[in-house]
């Protein structure tokens, strides 16, 4: 049952690093606020491999096609997923992009099933249902305010799907690099994972954008302060996943919304509409629902 406590304590981890993403949108732009969720978290995570090595000395991993086509494809959804989140924050506001990145549940469920054949019953499909009629409900713009509305619940969708990609790559990386030590291969799959985000989204905005680059070193204390939730919850997420199937893992992450509506209230001034709690509340609905079938 340690996957239990991994995802429950994943939650409030990145609902504080996305708070703290969100507060360096403005200076570096969203890709640069998603370079410091990698780069400013690698140091941790390479303190938390050599931690899980030490402690692991008869660990026989196998760093295999598998395991590096699993560890790309969750690395490229996690940039695209965070990415776009940040966007979706900026549109929709903070609270409701994180209800609306709870469509990586049942996404995550559909694709399983199609790809991984996880088994899918009647209520795991009914809560998917419910679940998209609620993200529905979160999305759907506001009378006279399409424009406006309608970028953010695009986004905030695209995070989820981005999110659920990531979430079964990262689940086949672990299963690939080591089997009999799960932790230990969370660790290995979060240390690669970090390392690719880092390098390439540096490159990349170093050959576009230098300008947002200078801004992530300029502000490197707050910066170092996303990366280390940032490392802390993808650890447990990455752990969580290596010990239980991606579904019920994001069911845990359901604490994320009242967390997130808390926050958002507190340091954006941001309050809900009836219409957006009753999505979050129909999404939090087909997410358990999905989850006991």
């Known amino acids: 049952m340690l996957w239990i406590f991994l995802a429950a304590a994943a939650a409030p981890l990145q609902v504080a690093r996305n708070a703290m993403q969100r507060g360096l949108v403005g ?19 390479i303190l938390i491999f050599a931690v899980m090595w030490t402690i692991t000395p008869d660990a026989q991993p196998d760093p295999s096609a598998r395991f590096w086509i699993a560890a790309v494809v969750g690395a490229i959804s996690q940039v695209a997923a965070t990415g776009a989140l940040l966007m979706a924050m900026r549109s929709s506001g903070f ?17 399983g099933w199609l790809v991984l054949g996880d088994a899918l019953g009647i209520a795991a499909w009914s809560g998917i249902a419910v679940g998209t009629v609620g993200l529905l409900v979160l999305s759907w713009p506001r009378q006279g305010q399409a424009r406006a509305d309608l970028p953010g619940g695009l ?41 690719m985000q880092s390098v390439v989204l540096s490159s990349i905005l170093g050959l576009t954008r230098p300008q947002a680059l200078r801004s992530v070193f300029g502000t490197w204390k707050p910066s170092l302060a996303a990366g280390f939730f940032g490392s802390a919850a993808s650890a447990c997420w990455f752990g969580a996943l290596a010990l239980a199937p991606a579904a019920p893992v994001r069911a845990i992450g359901l604490i994320e919304g009242p967390i997130a509506a808390a926050v958002g209230r507190r340091l954006f001034k941001e309050r809900l509409t009836p219409r957006q709690w009753i999505g979050g509340g129909l999404t939090a609905a087909g997410v358990l629902l999905t989850v006991l079938g």
């Open 27 to 45: 200076d570096a732009g969203p890709w640069g606020a998603t370079l410091v969720r990698f780069l400013f978290g690698l140091p941790f995570s």
């Open 95 to 111: 609270a409701v992009a994180i209800m609306l990145q709870q469509s990586s549940l049942p996404m995550a469920a559909i694709l």
């Open 155 to 195: 986004l905030g969708l695209a995070a989820g799907a981005a999110f659920a990609v990531a979430f079964n790559a990262y689940r086949q990386a672990g299963q690939a690099f080591d089997a009999g030590h799960p932790l230990y291969s969370a660790a290995a799959a979060l240390l690669v994972a970090q390392t």
